[in-house]
Nanobody, 125 residues
Framework: QVQLVESGGGLVQAGGSLRLSCLVS????????SGWFRQAPGKEREFVAG????????KHADSVKARFTISRDNIKNRVYLQMNNLKAEDTAVYYC??????????????????WGQGTQVTVSS
C-alpha cells in the first residue's frame, strides 16, 4: 500500500503563489508516476500535472502551463506543486495521486491507484 498526505493549501489573492506538498509513504518502490488533480465545486476532477517517479519527466495541463510546476524529491519521498500567478478559477480541492503502471504519465483518474485526502486552495479575486 501507498499513503499520500497533502499539505500547503490555503487562501491566497489572485496573482499570488502557493506550494503544495505531498508526502508519500509505504511501498514507494512500486510507484511509476505521481500526479496532482483538482476538483472545483460542481465540476469533475481534472488532471493538473504528473511526474515520472524515477526519470522525472513531467506533464502539465494546458490550463496551468507556465504557471504551475510539478517536482519531486525522491530522498524525502515528496511531490510538490508550485503554483504561481494563481487565478480565481484555480480554486479547488487539490489531490495528490500515485500510480503503479509503467509507461506515459497518466492524465486520467484511472491511471492512479492511490489518492490523498485533498487540500483546499482558494483564490480570491
Amino acid at each position: 500500500q501507498v499513503q499520500l498526505v497533502e499539505s500547503g493549501g490555503g487562501l491566497v489573492q489572485a496573482g499570488g503563489s502557493l506550494r503544495l506538498s505531498c508526502l508519500v509513504s509505504g511501498r514507494t518502490w512500486s510507484i511509476y508516476a505521481s500526479g496532482w488533480f483538482r476538483q472545483a465545486p460542481g465540476k469533475e476532477r481534472e488532471f493538473v500535472a504528473g511526474i515520472g517517479w524515477s526519470a522525472g519527466s513531467t506533464k502539465h495541463a494546458d490550463s496551468v502551463k507556465a504557471r504551475f510546476t510539478i517536482s519531486r524529491d525522491n530522498i524525502k519521498n515528496r511531490v510538490y506543486l508550485q503554483m504561481n500567478n494563481l487565478k480565481a478559477e484555480d480554486t479547488a480541492v487539490y489531490y495528490c495521486a500515485a500510480g503503479r503502471v509503467s509507461g506515459p504519465i497518466p492524465v486520467t483518474d484511472s491511471g492512479y491507484a492511490y489518492w490523498g485526502q485533498g487540500t483546499q486552495v482558494t483564490v480570491s479575486s
